[in-house]
């Protein structure tokens, strides 16, 4: 069984910085897939970035060049980097893990086994 739990969402204006972060249990953690999703209110949920047992990275078109993902495997952490923060990136923010590798398909989130409850992220104009 893994378990997740996100931490260090909040509150930003437009412009700003936020790092959230994902802590795991299960002895496989540096094996598997691991992701961000987001899912805004009304909204399917959808991809951010996942890193899988190679460390091979994928980012959604919406947010490449602004967010970096990365993996702290001493500490069974990851993280997820948000820099140059929009009003449409306003969401709840879930960490997600699989055991797949690579990763399932960004695009689709029934493919991906584990999740938290997730941590709000709030961007305002």
């Known amino acids: 069984q893994v378990q997740l739990v996100e931490s260090g969402g909040g509150s930003v204006q437009a412009g700003g910085s936020l790092r959230v972060s994902c802590a795991t249990s299960?002895?496989?953690?540096?094996?598997?897939?691991m992701g961000w999703f987001r899912q805004a209110p009304g909204k399917v949920r959808e991809g951010v970035a996942t890193?899988?047992?190679?460390?091979?990275?994928r980012y959604a078109d919406s947010v490449k060049g602004r967010f970096t993902v990365s993996k702290d495997n001493a500490k069974n952490t990851l993280n997820l980097q948000m820099n140059s923060l929009k009003p449409e990136d306003t969401a709840m923010y879930y960490c997600?893990?699989?055991?797949?590798?690579?990763?399932?398909?960004?695009?689709?989130?029934?493919?991906?086994?584990?999740w938290g409850r997730g941590t709000q992220v709030t961007v305002s104009s």
């Open positions: 299960g002895r496989t953690y540096s094996n598997y897939c």
């Open positions: 890193i899988d047992g190679a460390d091979g990275i």
């Open positions: 997600t893990a699989d055991p797949a590798f690579p990763c399932p398909d960004i695009s689709d989130y029934s493919r991906f086994r584990y």
